[in-house]
């Protein structure tokens, strides 16, 4: 029989929003911590690469209200989530404009600031590297000459004695033999710039050290425990004593995963025990100083079968991760073993290099590189349908990977609804059915991009959750997944209230704290819904287990015939029976002998996927199972082109994902909307530009645009496709990420489309549209650009 | 130099002692404890900070408190002394905010927009929230929210 699910799968107000629109949320910085806050200030370097000769503090120190001053000599060790390359304060040399040299706490942030120019810093420069082709060049300056002294997880291929901090190759098959038997080649070569996560709330931590000695954090985070395990290993100190508390986030897309500026705070309130010490990334700083989206040159190179059917793929990633490869490195291990795409290929063939700049330092963004391989790949595969004669959506159906095919890792894909997605999307937005505008000088074209994203997690991630009753029948879900406004809260209040036979006005659900929530490794990967939501539904199962054998032994009903419903519990052979939760879940069930049963009612449980291997063959990428599952969708777009000016406007967006369940489906279509707006700024305007000394030129929104509400478009088509993860909390995975990453390929491939002109590089500008669209060099029907 | 300014804050006279450099973002949030309105920019790019000085919105990370001796301000937490408002009910009821870090900016220049002109259409209502910046939303559900108060003041109207 079907399970009639109540609760899940039904649309419902977020758990969150009341606390949102009233402004009763209080983010990090709303918090009050009293007269004995002391505030920090960074000084950054104004070099990309420069070795530190000296640092004089002597005169900071001597201003009124300074409380301390922090540099590298104080903090000489390393840290990094899975490379351990990057300095608290660097001690010998910086390697991007802004790296923090020194901190300052001072009794208000403008003493604090005054102070930060009162040091005196002596640097030489040395040569600076912003391009990846640049950094693996022969020859090029070494940014980490120390590379190999490194400590670095074991499933990373750091390579000392060059710029190329992690290297993941894949090699399926036979590549060259693929290649003979092509009919046809098409390649292409692609540049993605950095572009920054831009949270409306910047970084932020208050740190303090009690004056027992333990050290709490409120931080704005994605990450609470892996930031405990980074600070308690780092300080020599035990878990217990170290408490991350994540109070409500303003925004995060992976800019707040792992740990950065937080370990400055600390560093500060270490020095002023018994104050809490507060450091808030100014609008620069967020740019300079959190982390940007990782910047990509590759080559994408496609055989084709005379039928369609791709043969052999050859995909080169040269990544530019910025200063610091401490968590981009999986960005380019993730990508590495994923840059296909969704299609299944038997001849398979990618580099992925972790290249070193002297960029900001780069990690997880939204999409977690997915987004920048995959404009490569969905930009050479509509150049292919054309050269081929192919509907550059038919190209797409003839090679989606379908449950079972071996994907790049040659492990056989989960269940997935890519042509379902393609086939919706493409019936949504109209393809193939021409559309004229009113104006004559603009055209309207449409694009089409095929995605896939897996979680790239380590093996052995895991995720728990407590669920505690009270006396009224309502409930606490503790859970260290964090609410990043994707709706986690509301899921997970879900999948608890559903297995519980609760309404969700029962449901709390609290966020993070150390001290109090059980363990998640990170809120990263758009993994939540799955590792987290097993959690909670197993924790639920547990809770359930302990009422059914509370009643079971206080009525003698054996517990086979007890169901939960309506807050209480029922049962299959009495209609009359009901207690509600209420009667008995704190103070147990009285029986005829005035005796009591039951007691207060707790459910723990825990998830970890126990079938995944990340330690693969480093040759050829095989031999392991470094993905859990992988979610699909496509995504197009119909654009308005002004043929003079090159000016676009986005009409209508169609996107559907595979998401197997969704929880909450409005809240799923939200995501769709929202990362489709995000992907649409970094397929039009967004760029991190800097001069050729690596300063940013563009550091403010005024510069950075983003998109407003202006400028989406107004007719904007989200769709759930649900075919069922088999080890997902009600069949569910995650989408969230995916959302962005069709937006840069679809775009492009519209204006290719409509105009003939390939744009390779993103954003695809109306600038660039403009000066290009006459130029032959860029005609769309060249096999190489 | 510290001086004594006086303004209405919410409805409740208050006297404050600032800086003649100090912002009023930051004497409301760090002396006046109205936390509603959010640091994100400071060079008012953002919307996040944004209050009512007498009805109209002001991006308050680049006023100077000084400027706002004798007048009347209101933050988020003064609009809602008698509960929600109708803008209010509409956002929870479309779940118009992901992170909302942005919704007491939001809030605000939709709270000016609909005193002004109670039903604007949607291209007057995007063109009156443009100057608030939110990462998560994609705004829709920001503008079916308001779209819905618009409509519901037009059929008001009407009556």
């Not at chain 1, 052999?312 to 993730?334: I, L, P, Q, R």
């Not at chain 2, 949030?29 to 790019?45: H, I, N, P, T």
């Not at chain 2, 944004?50 to 609009?79: P, Q, Y």
């Amino acid at each position: 029989m079907k399970e009639v699910l109540k609760v899940v799968g039904h649309d419902a107000v977020r758990l969150d929003i009341l606390e949102k629109v009233t402004g009763a949320a209080e983010y990090t910085d709303d918090i009050a911590f009293g007269p004995n806050l002391l505030h920090m200030a960074i000084l950054g370097s104004p070099y990309a690469h420069a070795e530190i000769i000296s640092i004089d503090t002597s005169e900071a120190k001597k201003l009124p209200g300074v409380r301390a001053v922090i540099t590298g000599e104080d903090y000489p060790e390393k840290f990094g989530l899975y490379l351990k390359d990057k300095s608290i304060f660097p001690v010998d040399r910086v390697r991007q404009v802004g790296e923090q040299v020194a901190g300052v706490v001072a009794t208000s942030y403008e003493i604090a600031r005054n102070a930060i120019k009162l040091i005196k810093v002596e640097y030489k420069e040395l040569p600076v590297i912003l391009d990846p082709y640049d950094s693996v060049a022969e020859g090029a300056v070494l940014i980490h000459p120390e590379l190999g002294n490194y400590v670095i997880e074991p499933w990373l291929e750091a390579q000392p004695g060059t710029n190329i901090g992690h290297l993941r190759r894949i090699r399926k098959g036979d590549i060259d033999k693929g290649f003979a038997e092509a009919d046809e080649i098409v390649e292409g070569e692609y540049h993605i710039p950095h572009v920054a996560h831009t949270c409306i709330e910047t970084h932020i931590s208050v740190s303090k050290f009690s004056l027992d000695g333990r050290l709490t954090m409120w931080n704005s985070t994605q990450s609470p425990h892996t930031q405990r395990n980074i600070m308690a290993t780092a300080l020599g100190m035990a878990h217990k004593d170290v408490r991350v508390v994540a109070p409500p986030i303003g925004g995060g897309f992976g800019g707040k995963a792992g740990i950065s500026m937080e370990v400055m705070a600390a560093a500060g309130a270490k020095s002023c025990p018994g104050h809490p010490v507060k450091l808030r990334w100014t609008r620069e700083e967020e740019f300079y100083n959190s982390s940007q989206r990782t910047g990509l040159r590759n080559k994408v190179k496609i055989g084709f079968k005379k039928n369609g059917k791709i043969i052999a793929f050859k995909h080169e990633m040269f990544w530019d991760v910025g200063a610091s490869a401490e968590y981009g490195s999986n960005v380019v291990n993730a990508t590495g073993f994923s840059a296909t795409g969704p299609y299944y290929i038997p001849n398979v063939y990618i580099d992925s290099k972790a290249c070193y700049t002297n960029n900001p330092t780069c990690s997880a963004y939204r999409g977690f590189g997915y987004s920048e391989f995959s404009f490569g790949i969905e930009s050479t595969m509509d150049k292919a349908a054309k050269i081929m004669g192919f509907d550059s959506v038919e190209l797409r159906r003839i090679n989606a990977i379908k449950e079972g095919e071996g994907v790049a890792y040659d492990v056989p894909m989960n269940p997935n609804g890519m042509i379902e997605c393609i086939d919706k999307v493409a019936k949504e937005i109209g393809w193939g059915i021409e559309e004229k505008s009113d104006d004559p000088n603009k055209i309207i074209a449409k694009g089409f991009a095929s995605v896939w994203k897996a979680p790239a997690m380590p093996a052995n991630e895991s995720s728990s959750a407590f669920i505690k009753f009270s006396e009224d029948g309502s409930i606490n879900v503790m859970v260290s997944g964090m609410e990043l406004g994707q709706g986690l809260l509301t899921v997970m209040g879900k999948i608890a209230a559903e297995v519980l036979g609760l309404t969700l006005d029962k449901v709390r659900v609290e966020l993070p704290d150390t001290d109090r929530n059980p363990y998640e490794w990170q809120t990263v990967a758009s993994h939540v819904t799955w590792s987290c939501g097993n959690a909670v539904k197993r924790a639920a199962i547990d809770a359930k287990n302990k009422i059914l054998d509370t009643v079971q032994r206080a009525h003698y009903i054996d517990k086979s015939q007890l169901y939960l419903e309506d807050n209480g519990v029922k049962c299959t052979t009495q209609d009359s029976f009901y207690i509600p939760f209420s009667d008995f879940v704190i103070t147990g069930i009285q029986t005829e002998h005035n005796n009591w049963v039951g007691g207060p009612i707790l459910g723990s449980g825990m998830f970890m996927p126990e079938y995944t291997n990340a330690m693969v063959n480093p040759e050829t990428g095989l031999g392991g199972h470094p993905m859990v599952h992988y979610t699909v969708g496509a995504g197009a777009v119909t654009v308005e082109i002004d043929k003079e000016t090159g000016r676009m406007k986005v009409l209508k967006m169609a996107e559907a994902f595979d998401l197997g369940k969704a929880i909450n489906p409005d809240l799923s279509k939200d995501q769709i909307n929202g990362g489709f707006v995000q992907g649409l700024g970094t397929a039009l305007w967004e760029e991190c530009i800097f001069d050729e000394k690596g300063k940013m030129l563009n550091d403010g929104f005024t510069d950075y645009k983003i998109p407003t509400i202006v400028d989406v478009p107004r007719d904007m088509k989200p769709i759930l496709v649900e075919v069922p993860q088999p080890d997902g909390p009600y069949g569910a995975r995650g989408h969230s990420e995916h959302t962005m990453i069709p937006v840069m390929p679809a775009i492009a491939n519209a204006v290719a489309n409509g105009l003939g002109v390939r744009i390779t590089d993103v954003p695809v500008t109306s600038e660039k549209v403009a000066m290009r669209m006459n130029d032959p060099k860029y005609k769309e029907d060249k096999k190489q650009l | 130099m510290n001086h004594i300014l006086k303004f209405n804050l919410n409805g409740e006279a208050v006297e404050v002692a600032v800086k003649s450099n100090e912002k009023l973002l930051d004497v409301l949030r760090d002396k006046l404890g109205a936390v509603s309105a959010k640091f994100g920019c400071g060079v008012a790019e953002c919307g996040a900070c944004t209050v009512l000085i007498d009805g109209l919105s002001v991006r308050s990370c680049i006023t100077f408190a000084v400027e706002v001796e004798g007048k009347s301000i209101v933050t988020l937490e003064g609009l809602q002394a008698d509960g929600p408002t109708k803008i209010q009910k509409a956002f929870i009821k479309h779940n118009a905010f992901q992170c909302g870090f942005c919704a007491p900016g939001f809030i605000m220049s939709a709270t000016e927009l609909i005193e002004k002109n109670p039903s604007p259409d949607e291209e007057e209502m995007r063109h009156a929230l443009s100057g608030n910046l939110c990462r998560c939303t994609g705004y829709q559900n920001i503008v079916n929210a308001m779209n819905e108060v618009a409509e519901d003041n037009r059929k008001e109207a009407g009556k």
